[in-house]
């Protein structure tokens, strides 16, 4: 069973940021590893993070939470060094 995609509106700004290739790696990372099995391939995060899971494509980083059986609410993609420190504003 699928799981549904749900993306805070300003991840639209995030992929803004990334190049082109890194995107289509980032895409293809949601489509294979999120929508079939969230997690297994997330690790979940700790601290202030707890409830939330990132999913590693490189250097970058894709932050989300699993709501109930079906959904994956995606809040934040970016770099490493700084995705962890812009994640508060959008919790």
Do not use: C, W
């Not at 699928?2 to 082109?20: A, F, G, N, R, T």
């Not at 980083?61 to 508060?88: A, M, P, S, T």
């Amino acid at each position: 069973m699928p799981y549904q995609l749900i993306y805070h509106p300003e991840v639209k700004e995030d992929l803004s940021k990334i190049p082109m290739n890194i995107k289509e790696r980032i895409r293809k990372a949601i489509e294979t590893r999120l929508m079939t099995e969230p997690l297994h391939f997330g690790d979940p995060l700790r601290k202030s993070l707890q409830g939330y899971r990132k999913l590693r494509v490189g250097d970058y980083r894709v932050i989300y939470k699993i709501l109930g059986n079906d959904q994956v609410r995606i809040l934040k993609i970016g770099h490493r060094k700084e995705v962890y420190e812009q994640i508060f504003s959008r919790i």
